[in-house]
């Protein structure tokens, strides 16, 4: 049981910190975005990079703290069955949707993604605007980190929910915690 809780504070460690890293991106992106319209409507200056870069930077930020965001609790779910729900049937529900819904998405994504961007790396892809940036390849392959993501923090959110329905709620990281009424 013990391994458990280890391995949902590693996974949920990971994802904190990816998720702090990369909600820096947002200030990049609001000053690149910010440096886009006053070169162009003040001085009527344009870069096609700099658009790339804050929409590139936009990307790459949601798909890796895609992780983060399931750890807080904060994707899309039917609220009205699960809100009011007590601890145990939380965790049941968590248990069994992140194998029937979770997993399978995962899945499809990375089947689906790898040839894309194995294919992406193999042409070194950059943007297909006259004068972007180089580097898409790099970007692209945010779409497997997402997938990765997800899928560690549904094994957190497994191992979780064993732990409750086990009633070793103890062992539960007191971060990781179903809160009460929400």
Request: with cysteine; proline share 3%.
């Amino acid at each position: 049981m013990r391994i458990l809780s280890l391995l949902i504070r590693a996974i949920c460690r990971f994802n904190q910190g990816l998720g702090y890293i990369l909600s820096w991106f947002t200030l990049g992106i609001v000053l690149v975005c910010f440096t886009v319209v006053v070169l162009r409507y003040f001085f009527a200056i344009g870069f096609v990079w700099m658009q790339d870069l804050f929409v590139w930077l936009n990307g790459v930020m949601f798909m890796g703290i895609a992780g983060y965001t399931l750890m807080q609790g904060q994707h899309v779910r039917v609220d009205i069955f699960y809100r009011p729900a007590t601890v145990k049937r939380k965790a049941l529900i968590d248990l069994i949707g992140s194998f029937v819904f979770i997993a399978p998405f995962v899945y499809t994504i990375i089947y689906y993604a790898l040839p894309y961007v194995r294919r992406s790396w193999r042409l070194l892809e950059g943007s297909a605007n006259y004068g972007g940036m180089p580097g898409l390849y790099i970007v692209k392959s945010f779409i497997i980190v997402f997938a990765v993501v997800i899928a560690l923090q549904a094994i957190a959110m497994v191992c979780r929910s064993i732990l409750i329905l086990l009633n070793r709620d103890d062992l539960v990281p007191e971060y990781y915690q179903y809160k009460v009424g929400g």
